[in-house]
């Protein structure tokens, strides 16, 4: 089994920043790739941000030059920096991970708890 552990979510003003991580631990023989989806409410999920294995970045068009993407290979960790957060990035954020627990193995998608993120004065 592989788990998902997220932080740093929280409450900031509007301009403000925020830093969430995401550490994956248990049966990984390969991470192909680690992501941050976003639900807000009524909404439904989507991607934010991707990185592969190989380091190939994606954003959604509306967060793109706000947010950075970036992961520690050797901690099984994936960061998400946000900023010049804006009232419409509130969500809960989700970090997901496709994961291969062995060496013939196809990749599984794992899902992280999620955290809130609320940008609000």
């Known amino acids: 089994q592989v788990q998902l552990v997220e932080s740093g979510g929280g409450l900031v003003q509007p301009g403000g920043s925020l830093r969430l991580s995401c550490a994956a631990s248990g049966s990984i023989f390969r991470i192909n790739h680690m992501a941050w989806y976003r639900q807000a409410p009524g909404k439904e999920r989507e991607l934010v941000a991707l990185?592969?294995?190989?380091?190939?970045?994606n954003y959604v068009d509306s967060v793109t030059g706000r947010f950075t993407i970036s992961k520690d290979n050797a901690k099984n960790t994936v960061y998400l920096q946000m900023n010049s957060l804006k009232a419409e990035d509130t969500a809960v954020y989700y970090c997901?991970?496709?994961?291969?627990?062995?060496?013939?193995?196809?990749?599984?998608?794992?899902w992280g708890q999620g955290t809130q993120v609320t940008v609000s004065s």
């Open positions: 997901n991970a496709e994961v291969r627990v062995g060496p013939t193995t196809l990749g599984i998608n794992y």
């Open positions: 990185i592969t294995s190989g380091g190939s970045i």
